[in-house]
């Protein structure tokens, strides 16, 4: 067997070229060395196995998206305007409900103090033994602050002054603070986050930056500053921290069982029952917060395209989404890189990006509707993102010039090396792309 032959099925092998659906009996496009799916019933879309949510908020994100998120673009289709308004009761609601969990938390690090207080000042054994519960029940509720990132990680300045200098002019077009850094990022995406107190970064991948033209950076960098101009991840932390102590107290004290041993098991059994009843109530109110954090994030997204579109034009936003589609396409690449020992795998991933064929790409933006596969399970999907921005007009107001562009390159280029290492260690360890 030859090495290729391991590859993963992404882009479809040899004994998948068949003319006609099993399924609905239609004929089949023919496109060599791709996969063979149905455009008419949708036959062979996806691969078989399906993508691990990797923790409980993901997985509850993932369920919501497959039901919620047709609904909400069909609300805010044609109605771009209204991503605008700030306080929708939905927000209003889900900060009001994290401002009261957020409140225990303090309650419980002032009984804390205070257990202490009283055991020091007055002796009491007992005083030690209830203050250091409560303290580490507020210690596991204290939000974890996200850590700023490595120096490694972090672009220099002057290194990369060109890709600073339109971070920077994206965040003075838009009338926000610039960020305190750029992050070095090997994956297929980009991302804005807070760190610290008050320091805000953007996560630059560099695999999706190299296959995006000049005019498409600017769309990806002025969403992502869009996300600080609006101030997303605070609230998003905000909120999503405070599902995290819902959940964690409910996991604390759910009694497992509810029947005891003997007298004192049947008299305990009223208090269990309510212990679980109050944990499940816990729950629920942290199923009702990810709903509305749902809703809100969804909108902060579309609002997020629309202030980038104002930045880089129509024309660059949407090509820019529609290559967010092709993580799949990057991640047969890595594989394709590794078995081939090719030396780069930016230039093998810009060659095979130029060469998807159009039933590909068809193929991928309706996978990328297909919520249990995407990747990404923060963003709506790519194919409602472009189809909401077909709505507004809008003409460039920051563009590169070629130069810009060319340097721009020649910065980037300096990373290429890193992240076709990173990518062929992961690989070599035995890290399955999916
Ligand atoms: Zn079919
Ligand atoms: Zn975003």
Redesign the pocket.
Known sequence: MSQTATLPNALGNAQETRKECPECKAGLPHTPGYKSWCPSCNWNLADEEKREPANRFEKVMLQLGSKMSEGLFREVQGRASSLKRKFTPAKLLAYAIATVVHGVTLIFVAAAAWLYYVAVTEGMVSCYIWGTVVALLAWVSLPKWRKKPKKQHLLDRNEFSTLYKLVDDLADSMGTKRVDGLVFSHDYNA??YSAGLGKKYIGVGVPLLSVLNGQEKVALLA??TA?GANG?SNRGFYVSQAYENLFTWAEMIYPVSLFGNGLLGVLLMPVLLLMRLFAYSLIWTGMGLVHLLFRDSQR??YY??LLAMQQSGREAMESMLQKLFWTQTFQYTIHKCYFNKHEDLVSLLRSEVANIPDTEIERLRRLSLREDSRLDV??PPSAYRIELMKSVESTPRIELSPDDERALEKELSALYAKTHNKWMDIVAEGWRVW
């Open positions: 991302y804005f969403h992502e996300h997303d902060a997204e997020a395209d923060t963003h």
